[in-house]
């Protein structure tokens, strides 16, 4: 008797038929009764990337002739599950037999799993050719559905552990705090206790500071709690009686159903309880004990805690310290001296009846807090965020620099520009997950590239007011930065950081390879103009050196350059602008040409499968850190903002271009290039943590990709309509790099896996390259 066993998606079982056992020995495979039977589209199978194909073939584990067992697939060759979590579990599956060819032998079916609708939309929208990548929840999780780290980070400091969970105390973070904190913060308690004594009608006040700078010297495993008197003098205590549980039989625990009517619960007794007096309300605030602490002992304390809180919150890492003066400042200081207790957690007794915990630390440093957020923010781009406004009031405050120097206004607003980035990417997932394909390819394609756009803008125009051509040059090296950054050093990171935790990484050669082709046209159509230059230009050449009528010696030139403008008058008006015209509609082209191959006719290449962490379908229910309106908001200021930051950035740059010994390549290439893809690296390396490196390789690559194919091709349309001179004529070294860098990847990505030593052979290119701009002579026009 031969059997048939199906591999079935969850959702499918309840809409089969159902097969007697003496229908089992039919040769008729289930899947032949779907097409009697057809499933109904759910939400998952509208959001897939991907068609899902029917495969029959082997399995694994049995050999081809072992016991005539035949099975159905429901899974490609190559499976790889994205669980909650992020972890990717891969298998493959032996190739079809009698000649099947419905699949590639390296397309992937990756099933993701998510909590709701809009997280599915958002991880679609990862998978999605020219959408902008992004890790981060844009919907608020429940915290008991989170993990215990993130349970930990969001605690209010009011929990007591269980014994055997608390560990010691004694721990390097929580030394450091001493050093750090405790030793001013009990200072200072001591010296405001000193007042309160000398008052002596506040001396109640006075211990209740000793007792804190006791406790602040070392609050770990220490308790604060309020001691509830009225609680106690008004509890209603049962009489002294015994409730003995009746102990049932195993047979008792079995009901028919017959006899289940016949039973009924005995009747309720209702037993008359006192009602509580209503709680009086505390009179100490009449006191003029109070009044004193108010006026001498607690203003300066409330400053002294604000310091501390601002401190430990902007070192993100000790966000346990600012939770502690928190709740100290706005609880405990405005307690009834009376009604504080402070005790040390001891493994022989418990939490005293009448008592409420407030504070209760456990560790001062946590590693973990790096994932902090706060309204779905990262506890990072929100603390950089005061910094952006303080770079507006000091570089729009301050022209003539009579306050701060031109190299720190340019520090801060290059700082600035990665909160704003982070905003703006957080705005455009939010909308795009919110919204329908057509409004998420908008918004990508408007606000993907204001970033990079608002900064080289702001710089062309200042150099065309400055009527210099430095600023152009250090544009290009900016663009030439960003290519070299996402090509070699963003892909090279995520290996070596991805390679370490998971040893060897499996990605999409498929869509690798779509990705690889548009670089090596994106790479040719930027640097045309650059060869036509050269093939048609002449070599100019300065500070030439000879010796008239001595032969031996060397005629020695520096400075030498191609310059168009000087072999034919009419070589850039009739030839070069042009080019550069077909290169910026051709280039788009490409590009809309790459949107409809990957998302409309070999859609599955990206064969994406959305569920929720339990097998099912994402219908979970969902609140959203920010609606629709609020992102395109967010998405607005930002822009405006990183436009005044961009402008701040040019205008105080000029001491880098003129007095700097550090060549203005190197300036480019780096600082300019790599600051505003921060939040994009972060992103590669959270995707490579979780074993997803296919994402972590499509964020360098859809950067580079819409630098050459709509960065460039849009400065060139704000050149046609405002004449800022911009050329698209790049240096040799910015050529040589570029198509360099553009070989090298596409041969590490030829095999569809990576390690470490591969992101190392990466990273290291890269830095060589730096090197030679490092070292490389300053443009001729700076």
């Not at 082997?58 to 499976?79: L, M, R």
């Not at 606000?447 to 150099?463: M, N």
């Not at 040409?593 to 339990?614: A, N, Q, R, V």
Request: with cysteine; proline share 5%; aromatic share 10%.
């Amino acid at each position: 008797m031969s059997h048939k066993n199906c591999l079935l998606l969850p959702g499918d079982v309840e809409n089969l038929p159902r097969i007697s056992e003496a229908d089992s020995s039919s040769e008729t495979c289930v899947h032949q009764e779907q097409h009697r039977y057809p499933r109904q589209l759910s939400l998952t199978d509208r959001l897939c990337v991907g068609a899902h194909h029917l495969e029959t073939g082997p399995a694994d584990t049995p050999s081809p002739d072992a016991s005539g067992h035949h099975f159905c697939h429901y899974t490609p060759k190559c499976f790889f599950g994205v669980h909650r979590g992020g972890h990717v579990t891969s298998a493959r599956s032996s190739p079809p037999r009698n000649g099947e060819d419905g699949w590639h032998e390296c397309t992937t079916r990756t099933t993701i799993r998510v909590d709701n609708e809009v997280e599915a939309h958002r991880e679609a929208n990862n998978y999605k050719f020219g959408f902008r990548k992004w890790k981060a929840s844009v919907t608020e999780k429940p915290i008991e559905d989170q993990s215990e780290i993130m349970k930990e980070l969001h605690s209010d400091l009011s929990i007591v552990k269980a014994q055997e969970r608390l560990g010691s105390v004694v721990t390097f973070g929580n030394v450091c705090y001493v050093f750090l904190f405790g030793w001013w913060i009990a200072l200072i308690y001591i010296l405001i206790s000193a007042v309160m004594f000398l008052t002596v009608a506040a001396s109640a006040y006075g211990k209740v500071c000793v007792t804190l700078a006791w406790y602040f010297i070392w609050p770990f495993g220490k308790c604060i709690e309020k001691v509830d008197n009225v609680l106690d003098r008004f509890s209603v205590n049962p009489p002294n009686c015994e409730v003995i549980p009746h102990e049932m039989d195993s047979e008792d625990l079995v009901v028919n159903k017959d006899s289940a009517s016949l039973v009924s619960s005995p009747p309720p007794i209702q037993i008359p309880v006192p009602e509580l007096p209503p709680k009086n309300t505390s009179k100490h605030w009449c006191r003029v004990s109070t009044c004193i602490w108010l006026l001498l002992g607690y203003p300066v304390l409330a400053v002294m805690h604000c310091l501390a809180c601002v401190l430990s919150w902007l070192l993100v890492f000790t966000i346990p310290v600012a939770k502690i003066n928190a709740r100290i400042l706005t609880g405990v200081l405005l307690m009834a001296p009376e009604d504080l207790h402070i005790h040390t957690l001891e493994k022989d007794k418990t939490q005293a009846c009448g008592t409420r915990v407030l504070l209760c630390c456990y560790q001062a440093f946590n590693m973990h807090y790096y994932k902090y957020t706060v309204h779905g923010i990262n506890i990072f781009a929100l603390n950089l965020l005061p910094l952006v406004f303080i770079t507006l009031i000091i570089g729009y405050a301050d022209k003539e620099n009579n306050y701060f120097r031109a190299e720190t206004k340019f520090a801060t607003a290059m700082i600035s520009i990665i909160p704003l980035s982070y905003y703006i990417g957080m705005g455009i997932a939010s909308i795009s997950a919110q919204c329908n394909f057509a409004v998420g390819a908008v918004v990508n394609a408007t606000f993907g590239s204001i970033t990079e756009l608002t900064f080289y803008i702001t710089a062309l125009l200042q150099g065309h007011h400055a009527a210099t051509k430095c600023y152009e040059e250090v544009v290009k090296a900016a663009l030439t930065g960003t290519l070299l950054g996402c090509i070699l050093f963003i892909p090279g990171i995520c290996m070596i950081i991805g390679g370490i935790k998971h040893q060897e990484q499996r990605f999409n050669s498929r869509s690798a390879g779509v990705s690889s082709a548009l670089l090596f046209i994106s790479i040719g159509g930027v640097f045309a103009p650059t060869l036509f230059s050269k093939t048609f230009g002449n070599l100019m050449c300065e500070s030439c050196s000879d010796v008239p009528g001595n032969a031996t010696v060397s005629f020695v030139c520096k400075n030498c350059h191609y310059d168009t403008s000087q072999s034919e008058p009419h070589l850039i008006l009739s030839d070069i602008e042009p080019l550069m015209y077909t290169i910026s509609v051709l280039l788009p082209a490409a590009y809309l040409i790459g949107l409809i191959f990957t998302l409309k006719t070999h859609s599955h290449i990206y064969d994406i499968h959305i569920s929720d962490g339990h097998g099912g379908h994402a219908h979970g229910h969902h609140v959203v850190h920010w609606s629709r309106w609020r992102a395109l908001g967010v998405l607005i200021v930002a822009t405006v903002l990183m436009a005044c930051c961009a402008d701040l950035c040019t205008e105080n740059i000029k001491p880098f271009l003129t007095h700097s010994s550090i060549s203005q390549y190197f300036i480019g290439v780096t600082v300019l290039a790599m600051v505003p893809e921060l939040p994009e690296i972060v992103n590669g390396i959270l995707f490579a943590l979780q074993n997803n490196i296919s994402l972590s390789l499509e964020v360098g690559s859809c950067i580079a990709v819409q630098v050459c194919m709509i960065q460039i091709p849009l400065l060139i349309l704000f050149n046609a309509f405002y004449d800022v001179g911009f050329m698209l004529v790049f240096s040799d070294i910015h050529l040589w790099a570029s198509i360099f860098s553009v070989i090298v990847v596409n041969y590490i990505f030829m095999d569809g896996k990576c390690d470490y030593f591969q992101g190392t052979a990466l990273v290291v290119v890269y830095l060589i390259l730096l090197a030679l701009y490092f070292f490389a002579p300053s443009p001729h026009s700076c």
